[in-house]
């Protein structure tokens, strides 16, 4: 019995705690705990709940990508220096095949933004027809 | 202060509580409004949000012509005794003769419902009363919208707003009701009486009525029909919590010369504990709903109210703890049961089984597990487990699904249920009232076009000389 009184005159004319378990401290206190984790789950659950993103890349992936193409572009352009150091007889070769490398640029980086993106939007659509199914 | 100035101020007191109680209560209906008109599409904005204005009519006044009776006649019947109106004898017992003096000023004709210096409690309690009313036709307004015709919903708020839940009331929230007098029910909140009544109600009229077009594919899967403004439903939301501490504060009864808060059991109660729970329930029941739909905006919100009226019933007893553990569980489920009925093939376009009906049935019961072993009063069973669950089920299939499945099952009979077709295709807000609700957005060319028809014609009619209309 979850009523801490045994007849109606006792119920009736109670003066103070009148609440389920009153007569129950130990039910309250495993109650209140309950009540806690809980609390606690909605606050971690608020950071790992994300219905309408693709989940997070890991840290540690994108921190190892970040790195990898910045020592691609830092031998890219060592590379070059080196090359306009040790080879100025090759300069107008060079030049050409320097401008074909500036317009080729662009359109790759276009490239990958748009296929990113299209990923990005086919991977939302098929998660919402996944989520009202 | 003399005696009589102090004596009146008591009454004064009562009045203007249950008064002010009722206006707040209203902000349930500018909820419902908005929480309905954000859930539809774009075409049916405004038709959704009349048909749920038009219930404050219906249910209002089908409530003056006899709902406020039934309330009063129903309770004895049909175990304890017969319907009590104008051919009962007050003398039969003391039971007849107590509720007579109710029943006698609940006629529409009765004096008591008139300016009358004499009585200044009858009328605020009709005016409680009719709004509770009111809120439980709202239920049924938003389950039904984008196809039912204005005219069905209307007879059937009347069937539900004032007379099912009524004899509910009648019977279990009540102190003359035999739900009280011979099990021990106590549903302080009104979890099954309202929300399990009208969530049931609801779903007999679902398997009637049946899906909107296009929202099951050709293999029978659900999909999805957007709200157009969900920050519209939101706000809705919001209202609506406004209006349910309202509706809770009103479930307590303060008269003339009590000198302690009861509850319509008779049994001791604080406000002060209404204004905590009520609180505690919100929070759990948001967060319950917004971990287990994932942080889906709709549900999430809807959380607040499942909370709420899954520990409606037993909140004048629970310990806070109690309350946040149930209002947490029930919001949980919720969503899982709105979208099994979904899959199910009804078409509950606002959760409104998950939320009012299931979630009442669980509070109502729940009573019969955290709140047992209470003696309300000599002679009353303690509550308990079987004092809840035959009352319960008796609200939900008798007074809920039954008789909703029952009357749209006639109204479809008749073909007064549910819109043709074409106009379900159109939008029923050029159908219905020959208006859209955004006028400066043309959201496709047939409501565009339609629409230019109207404004044409409506223009040619206003132009056009009338006899005896001077220039």
């Not at chain 2, 007098?181 to 309202?194: I, L």
């Not at chain 2, 504990?273 to 919100?282: C, D, M, P, Y």
Request: net charge neutral; aromatic share 14%.
């Amino acid at each position: 019995m979850s009523s801490p009184f045994s007849n109606p005159k006792e119920f009736l004319e109670a003066e103070g705690p009148i609440y389920t378990f009153g007569n129950n401290p130990l039910m309250i206190t495993f109650l209140l705990i309950v009540s806690g984790i809980l609390f606690l789950w909605f606050i971690y659950a608020s950071y790992k709940i994300k219905s309408g993103k693709p989940p997070a890349k890991n840290p540690v992936a994108l921190s190892l990508l970040i790195v990898a193409s910045a020592f691609s572009l830092a031998g890219g352009v060592y590379n070059s220096t080196v090359d306009k150091i040790h080879q100025p007889i090759k300069r107008e070769s060079r030049v050409i095949s320097s401008k074909q490398q500036q317009w080729q640029l662009p359109i790759t980086l276009i490239g990958m933004v748009a296929s990113g993106s299209w990923l990005q939007r086919h991977s939302q659509k098929r998660q919402r027809k996944r989520k009202y199914q | 202060m003399n005696a009589e100035a102090q004596e009146f101020l008591g009454t004064f007191i009562s009045e203007s509580y249950y008064f002010y109680a009722s206006v707040f209560m209203l902000l349930i209906h500018a909820g419902f409004l908005a929480y309905e008109g954000g859930a539809s599409r774009t075409k049916n904005v405004l038709a959704t949000m009349v048909k749920n204005l038009l219930t404050l009519s219906s249910v209002g006044l089908a409530f003056f012509f006899f709902g406020w009776w039934v309330y009063n006649a129903f309770p004895l019947f049909p175990v304890s005794g017969g319907i009590l109106g104008p051919w009962t004898n007050p003398a039969t017992n003391e039971t007849v003769k107590a509720a007579m003096t109710v029943v006698e000023t609940s006629y529409p004709w009765s004096p008591a419902l008139a300016p009358n210096t004499a009585d200044h409690l009858t009328g605020v309690f009709f005016f409680a009363f009719a709004l509770f009313a009111m809120t439980t036709a709202s239920i049924l307004s938003g389950a039904l919208i984008e196809r039912v015709k204005i005219g069905a919903y209307i007879i059937m708020s009347i069937v539900l707003g004032s007379f099912t839940w009524v004899v509910a009331a009648a019977w279990g929230w009540n102190p003359f009701g035999w739900f009280y007098t011979a099990f021990g029910y106590h549903d302080f909140g009104c979890s099954a009486v309202v929300h399990g009544v009208s969530g049931f109600f609801t779903l007999g009229v679902l398997l009637n009525l049946g899906p909107r077009i296009g929202k099951y594919d050709e293999r029978g899967n659900p999909r999805p029909i957007l709200p157009h403004n969900l920050p519209l439903t939101m706000v809705g939301l919001m209202l609506i919590f406004v209006g349910f501490y309202a509706f809770l504060a009103a479930c307590l009864i303060f008269l003339p010369g009590y000198t302690r808060e009861t509850t319509i059991y008779g049994t001791p109660m604080t406000l002060a504990s209404i204004g905590v729970n009520t609180t505690l329930a919100l929070a759990a029941g948001i967060i319950g709903a917004y971990i287990s739909s994932k942080a889906d905006p709709f549900f999430t919100i809807s959380g607040g109210l499942a909370g709420i009226i899954s520990v409606g019933a037993g909140m004048d007893l629970y310990h806070p703890t109690v309350v946040i553990v149930l209002a947490f569980f029930g919001a949980f489920l919720m969503p899982k049961v709105a979208l099994f009925i979904e899959k199910l093939g009804i078409d509950d376009a606002v959760g409104a089984f998950g939320v009012h009906g299931f979630c009442g049935l669980l509070g109502s019961l729940a009573v019969g597990v955290l709140a047992t072993g209470y003696p309300q009063g000599e002679g009353v069973p303690v509550t308990g487990f079987i004092g809840q669950l035959i009352p319960t089920l008796i609200c939900v299939i008798v007074l809920g699904f039954i008789p909703g499945y029952a009357t749209s099952w006639l109204l479809k009979k008749l073909r007064l249920l549910r819109v043709p077709r074409d106009e379900e295709i159109a939008g029923l807000d050029i159908a219905d009232l020959g208006v859209e609700g955004y006028p400066e957005y043309s959201m496709n060319w047939a409501t565009a076009t339609v629409t230019a028809q109207n404004r044409a014609e409506a223009v040619t009619g206003r132009l056009e000389p009338h006899p005896g209309m001077q220039e």
